[in-house]
């Protein structure tokens, strides 16, 4: 170990910055959102440190490097552009046993600034020892797209709690699974970062008062139209997360790789024409699973609130009283539809968009006379069985036979391939395409061919 990594409190402790250049002040960024009392010694100043020093916030020291400027000093840092007055500080530093930290010159120096995840009072540090500073900083901006920016809230809501729980639960294994309850309980997660307090406060007291043998609870999450690259974040970290995974046939291969490994899998796949699983038992494996006082996660293709029958799945848990959250997906419209090269709307062909179901038997007579209207787009989600009545009913509501349509097919994937023509060819050009697959209407299938790009 090259570094011994050590968090430091400097709020109100003296620092010396000396340097106020560019590089001086992304150092004094970091020392003064630390709450440090700056000092700053230049022979000249930036307008920022000028603009700081106007408000209070430093101390400015003018002139060359003098040792005296150390008195007092908990930290250095030594960012001039010049290395010989660097060393010059860093050799006044080790005479006083201060740490000193030079700039350009980390392993000369007895303290080195780390790249920062800042979730206050969650802190994360990642340093090289001054050898990658590069990577460093790519492996930061990686942790930073992984943790959730409410973390820092989480943080300070336990450490206000940690009295109360200590005193409740008298056993260390009590205190355990209430901290893992807490900790991974969605509904607070989500309810913190929408700066719901009184809702927090609520979930928390559930918390305190639960069975601590029972932390059951249901995550709906939207796995997006297929690419595993457009699974949201929050999705991501639900589904590391998760003991169980209720998956379907339209979430790909490549999204369940990204599964916790050691998570059971209980797949209840659909497809048109034909339920292996109907839908009231995945409603009873989500109950069963909950109550055990398993983490799941139903995984959806698409949204789960748009045809995905989310809304049935959270009635029943909601009627067993059973912990729930959603985590919207990308929805296939929009993916599949982004990939083919084709905008939803467009001011010179659609100012509106419909999501309409293909199920027309189950949700009985549509709207044609509105959904044949000009100047929107629509897509048919589940439609393929049905291109003949829609080809129909269109047509015979006043929609023109000439009007584009796109069927996408294993659409985001690279599988998709896309089938268009007329609404008067949609019978015919729905039999040289297999499901999953959605229809899109509307003239701005016409831009295709000079928007899609690949």
Known sequence: MDYFPLFCRLQGRRCLLVGAGDVAERKARLLLAAGADLWVGAPDFSPAFRHWAQQQAVTLLHGP?????????????????????????????????IFCNLVDAPQQ????????????????????GGRAPVLARLLREKLEAMLPQHLGKLAQRAGALRDRVKTQFASPSGRRHFWERFFSSERLAQTLANGDEDRAAQITETLLSADPAVRGEVALVGAGPGDAGLLTLKGLQLIQQADVIVYDRLVSDAILNLVRRDAERIFVGKQAGYHCVPQEAINQVLCEQALRGKRVVRLKGGDPFIFGRGGEELEALAQQQIPFSVVPGITAASGCAAYSGIPLTHRNHAQSVRLVTGH?????????????????????????????????????????????????ENGTTPRQRVVSGTLGELEALADQVASPALMIIGSVVALRETLRWF
Not at 363 to 385: C, H, I, N
Not at 392 to 397: A, E, S, V
Request: hydrophobic share 50%.
């Open 109 to 128: 120096a007895s303290a080195i600034m780390p790249s920062v995840i800042d979730r206050s009072p969650l802190m994360v540090a990642v340093s090289s």
């Open 360 to 408: 027309l038997q189950k949700t009985g007579s549509l709207a044609w006379q509105t959904l044949a209207a000009e100047r929107q787009t629509l897509v048919f989600y589940m439609g393929l069985t049905q291109a003949a009545e829609i080809q129909q009913q269109l047509i015979t509501h006043g929609m023109r036979r000439d009007m584009p349509v796109a069927l996408v």
């Open 65 to 97: 490097f003098e040792p005296h400027w150390l008195t007092g000093c908990w930290l250095v840092v030594a960012a001039t552009s010049d290395n010989a007055v660097n060393q010059q500080v860093a050799d006044a530093a080790e005479k006083q046993q």
